[in-house]
């Protein structure tokens, strides 16, 4: 099945600074890669999410990028916000199946 | 659109009672759904695939005896946690699917189990 790897598991960026993270997979057959926000206690918000078939997606301060050679894509959010912090996980599946989560990442924006 | 929810949100019980868990779908209907837990400070671990009208897909590691799943209709899919211990304690999120779209999952609010 499905097996996700997620770096950093803990990153702390000034406000204004970029933030990348990323994450591999390992079934050459899934083709879904969304990323998702959370906070303590609710459910995962969907941020942003890409399909094999591009290579990068970008919706204003969020990008992700996919190299589906490699197996691996990553979240990109420039000028962070306070507002930003929180705990963001990477998934990846295909049609049918569930999605499987990386083990997150948890973002910390100081002011 | 694509609303999903879960009741009760939150649910304190004693140890070896058993708790109901439901999803539903709001305004789409779901052939699939999907029960996931969440520990504190973890990710979300997939426990089951529950298909309407079938019997679940457990994952490994979970016992289907003791997390019974009941998908009897096309908006409303249960967990049940039988013999509820405190190590079953934990964030439990449904999630469902459309038909639309075999790939993007729609997530509940989640469901606060603790168990003295």
């Known amino acids: 099945g499905e097996n996700v790897e997620q770096h950093p598991s803990t990153l702390s960026v000034q406000e204004g600074d970029s933030a990348v993270i990323k994450c591999t997979y390992s079934?050459?057959?899934?083709?879904?890669f969304p990323w998702y926000k959370q906070e303590l206690g609710k459910r995962p918000q969907l941020i942003i999410d890409i399909r094999s078939n591009v290579g990068e997606k970008k919706d204003q301060r969020i990008a992700v990028t996919l190299n589906k050679t490699a197996k691996h894509f990553s979240l990109h959010i420039t000028e962070t916000q306070p507002e930003d912090s929180a705990v963001y996980f990477c998934?990846?599946?295909?049609?049918?199946?569930?999605?499987?989560f990386g083990k997150g990442t948890t973002l910390s924006v100081s002011s | 659109g694509a609303v999903v929810s879960q009741h009760p949100s939150r649910v304190i019980c004693k140890s070896g009672t058993s708790v109901k868990i439901e999803c539903r779908s709001l305004d789409f209907q779901a052939t699939t759904m999907f029960w996931y837990r969440q520990f504190p400070k973890q990710s979300l671990m997939l426990m089951a695939t529950s298909n309407e009208g079938s019997k679940a897909t457990y994952e490994q590691g979970v016992e289907k005896d003791k997390f019974l799943i009941n998908h009897a209709s096309l908006t409303l899919s249960t967990l049940t946690v039988t013999s509820a211990h405190p190590e079953d304690s934990s964030f439990y999120i449904c999630?469902?699917?459309?038909?639309?779209?075999?790939?993007?999952?729609?997530f509940g609010p989640g469901t606060r189990l603790l168990v003295l």
């Open positions: 079934d050459s057959a899934s083709n879904y």
């Open positions: 999630s469902a699917r459309t038909g639309r779209s075999q790939e993007t999952q729609y």
């Open positions: 998934a990846a599946n295909q049609a049918g199946t569930a999605l499987i």
